[in-house]
T-cell receptor
């Protein structure tokens, strides 16, 4: 009964490739997020999406693009992968995006660039 | 640029209460205090949150000082499975900005 699930769990690929990470939530939430956790273990928000409104963290390169085919899915596409993209990527969801609504996280996708 | 300060590490004996402190002296009136934890190789797990009042759920209790400048997360009977990094986060009401700092690495020992 995983609430927020991500696939794949591990992704190993070469520099320059394009890859996607899928995220699905079965909590009925209307807001979804992508976070990046770097090698120093700091978690930083990348994208928030609610009711067709996308908020982008200004530090995220435009090689990263999220897509939401429906409310339950929020997939992350990455073009022209670079070494610095190696990290763990977490998807999360919440009911609404106000500060009183907890975000619930998936178990992450570990991306390694060779 | 997290708005909270936490000790980098703490130990706790199994079966005892774990009290994790957090300082958030610049908190604003519309900002919530959240606690998450991350067990190795898993995603952050929501524990509890509060605005002004103390809160309790099946996992933990959150004690917020009257001036709201600090809080304490209490795990009443710590088990080995509670070993994790615990994050205290201050989050505004009017947006979804949730900034994780370095957290406190709690080690529960037998």
């Amino acid at each position: 009964d995983t609430a927020v699930s991500q696939t794949p769990k591990y992704l190993v690929t070469q520099m320059g490739n394009d890859k996607s990470i899928k995220c699905e939530q079965n909590l009925g939430h209307d807001t979804m997020y992508w976070y990046k956790q770097d090698s120093k273990k700091f978690l930083k928000i990348m994208f928030s999406y609610n009711n067709k409104e996308l908020i982008i963290n200004e530090t995220v390169p435009n090689r990263f693009s999220p897509k939401s085919p429906d409310k339950a899915h929020f997939n992350l596409h990455i073009n022209s992968l670079e070494l610095g993209d190696s990290a763990v990527y977490f998807c999360a969801s919440s009911q609404g995006w106000t500060g009183d609504q907890p975000q619930h996280f998936g178990d992450g996708t570990r991306l390694s660039i060779l | 640029d997290a708005k909270t300060t936490q000790p980098p590490s703490m130990d706790c004996a199994e079966g005892r209460a774990a009290n994790l402190p957090c300082n958030h002296s610049t908190i604003s009136g519309n900002e919530y205090v959240y606690w998450y934890r991350q067990i190795h190789s898993q995603g952050p797990q929501y524990i509890i949150h509060g605005l002004k009042n103390n809160e309790t759920n099946e996992m933990a209790s959150l004690i917020i000082t009257e001036d709201r400048k600090s809080s304490t997360l209490i795990l009443p009977h710590a088990t080995l499975r509670d070993t994790a990094v615990y994050y205290c986060i201050v989050r505004p009401y009017n947006n979804n900005d949730m900034r994780f700092g370095a957290g406190t690495r709690l080690t529960v020992k037998p």
